[in-house]
């Protein structure tokens, strides 16, 4: 008798349909909210697009040249966002040093 794999029951394929996995250069592995990743229009188009992307069957999405520290940066202000666009107006602080990076990622995600 060999080994199975388990089957995805309904809930936890719904639970993988509803996150989003986004991988740091480092490894670091970030799950957020879908409706969050999409305000990224790059993510958008990886996890929608019919073209067969791997990102668009796994929602797994890796960013081999984004850091760690940009990447929960990033992820924060995907939150900020949407809250934001529900009319709840905070200020989005962002350290200095991160500036130059988090623009430069920014430009790449549509964000």
Known sequence: ???RKPK???ETTTKMRE???LISMEGFEFIIDREAAMVSQTIRSMLTSPGGFSESKDGVVTFPDISTTILEKICQYFY???QYSRGKE???HIEPELTLELMMAANYLHT
Request: glycine share 6%; no cysteine.
């Open 8 to 10: 995805a029951t309904r």
């Open 80 to 82: 900020w966002s949407l």
């Open 19 to 21: 996150t989003v996995k």
């Open 90 to 92: 905070t200020e989005f």
């Open 1 to 3: 008798m060999g080994l």
